[in-house]
């Protein structure tokens, strides 16, 4: 059974449109993780939520944002799509800091498409 | 400033044969070095992973030595088969503080038949 969910698998937004993509988890872990992975590259780190505390990335565009309503559910938004954003997402989680078991989870993806 | 130094970039491997890829890693505080497995369209997925405590660690066909003084780690994969075939991610983080990874490159993996 799948432990990080992302929906929808899919995306096709249009230049400029607003976009959501969501996470959610079965883990109860705390910490979520959001990253980009362009083609032929190794994901990159966009943020992450420890509990509802909320980490940015230096170099994260200000076009993303993220929400953590509660510890199963995250959000990814787009304000703005630009073609350049066009990237598989990735949600993953882990227990965080303490935790004997350091292992990440990672999500099937959001393969996103800007046109 | 690239955390992780991943290689090669490609490899090609006959069935049956040894596949080795190799890792480098800048920060002396990372304590935690996992190896993940991509196929096209998924996401990655945890192969093996390793403290700097040991320095080899074996899950059937897959090894993972690590030198802790020279900053590398490599991931062995023994017997290769056609499944096998995918990207290969070696990373790197910490277990206290930010423990977000840093990923190396990435290593495209073709076995042939």
Redesign the interface.
């Known amino acids: 059974d799948a432990m990080?969910i992302?929906n929808p698998r899919y995306q096709v937004t249009q230049f400029g449109k607003p976009v959501t993509l969501s996470c959610s988890q079965t883990l109860n872990h705390n910490?979520m993780?959001w990253y980009q992975q362009k083609s032929?590259?190794?994901?990159?780190?966009l943020f992450?939520y420890y509990d509802k505390d909320f980490?940015n990335e230096a170099d994260t565009p200000d076009n993303f944002q993220s929400r953590r309503p509660n510890t199963s559910f995250c959000f990814l938004d787009i304000r703005s799509p630009g073609l350049g954003d066009a990237a598989m997402y990735?949600c993953?989680v882990?227990e965080?800091?303490?935790a004997r078991n350091?292992?990440?989870?990672?999500?099937?993806?959001t393969?996103l498409t800007v046109v | 400033q690239q955390q992780v130094k991943q290689s090669p970039q490609s490899l090609i491997v006959q069935k049956g044969g040894i596949s080795i890829i190799n890792c480098a890693y800048e920060n002396t505080a990372f304590d935690?070095f996992?190896w993940?497995q991509q196929f096209p369209?998924?996401?990655?997925?945890?192969l093996i992973?390793i403290r700097p405590d040991v320095s080899e660690k074996k899950e059937g066909r897959f090894t993972i030595s690590f030198n802790k003084s020279a900053k590398q780690f490599s991931l062995h994969i023994m017997d290769s088969q056609p499944g096998d075939s995918a990207t290969y991610?070696c990373a790197a983080?910490k277990?206290?503080?930010?423990?977000?990874?840093t990923?190396?490159?990435?290593t495209?993996l073709q076995v042939q038949p």
């Open positions: 990080v992302q910490v993780y032929s590259q190794a994901p990159k780190l992450h980490n990735l993953a882990d965080g800091q303490g350091t292992e990440a989870f990672f999500g099937q993806g393969r | 935690y996992p993940y369209g998924k996401g990655p997925a945890l992973a991610f983080s277990s206290t503080g930010r423990r977000a990874l990923f190396g490159s990435g495209r």
